[in-house]
């Protein structure tokens, strides 16, 4: 067969052709993934901590509006020493995620964990999240973590606060790979394999086989097949 002989018919004869192998290869594939999904992939566990960052600003005066009595109310209904104090604050949230990030110490105490941070809805509360293979690891390096960041906040920003206000939890199994998945993705790969292997198998093989390739090769029609058969009558190939 050339490729001049392919079209969409004798493509699909091909693929009928061969579709035991196809189906086979693509039920080997299916069970390896089944296998690297269930038992070849690790679990994993996350944990997760929140901290509100206060930002006094650096002079008495300020620090005293943002504890004071409501001197005027927005339209929004809180005090403008309030909500100043709350834009900073936020601000200043967002330079405590550079710090965490460059600081060589945190990058330490994260013993190779994936550590996420990330600002909650634009405010100033930091969520602070560990992702590890092991439940109590992952609760230790999170909660060493969120005890660090207050010290390293308190030597960096003198004129706020940093407060836990969520300790990390004993994380429960939040799963591995997707076993379904991996099962779908190894079935196809394999079922694509069978029909490559079906179309090489077509190009190597260069015998003549049923009448189709005969019409197709001398352009004529078949009338008749002659069996060839040995003396006791059987089919020879």
């Given amino acids: 067969m050339s490729l001049q002989d392919l079209n969409f018919f004798t493509i699909f004869k091909i693929i009928v052709r061969h579709l035991p192998l196809i189906i086979l290869l693509a039920a080997i ?3 390896f993934g089944y296998y690297q999904g269930v038992y070849n992939t690790r679990p994993t566990y996350t944990s997760t901590g929140i901290v509100m960052i206060q930002n006094y600003n650096d002079t008495a005066e300020n620090y005293a509006n943002s504890r004071s009595e409501v001197l005027y109310t ?3 209904g809180m005090s403008s020493s309030v909500t100043n104090n ?3 604050s936020a601000r200043l949230a967002e330079e405590c995620l550079i710090l965490f990030q460059v ?6 105490l994260t013993f190779g964990a994936a550590v996420g941070y990330a600002i909650i809805d634009e405010s100033r509360f930091i969520r602070l999240s560990v992702t590890t293979n092991n439940s109590e690891k992952t609760k230790e390096i999170c909660n060493n973590l969120l005890t660090y960041s207050r010290k390293l906040f308190t030597d960096s920003f003198p004129e706020g606060d940093l407060k836990i206000i969520q300790p990390a939890s004993t ?4 799963g591995g790979s997707n076993t ?6 190894y079935a196809l790969i394999a079922a694509a394999i069978g029909i490559i292997l079906s179309f090489l198998h077509e190009f190597i093989d260069s015998t003549i086989k049923p009448d189709e390739d005969l019409s197709a090769k001398y352009n004529v029609p078949v009338l008749a097949e002659i069996l060839n ?8 190939k």
């Fill in 29 to 31: 594939g299916g069970g």
């Fill in 74 to 76: 927005t339209p929004s």
């Fill in 86 to 88: 709350l834009n900073m």
């Fill in 103 to 108: 600081d060589p110490e945190f990058s330490k």
């Fill in 171 to 174: 994380p429960g199994y939040s």
């Fill in 180 to 185: 379904r998945s991996k099962m779908q993705t």
């Fill in 229 to 236: 058969l040995d003396a006791t009558g059987k089919k020879r």
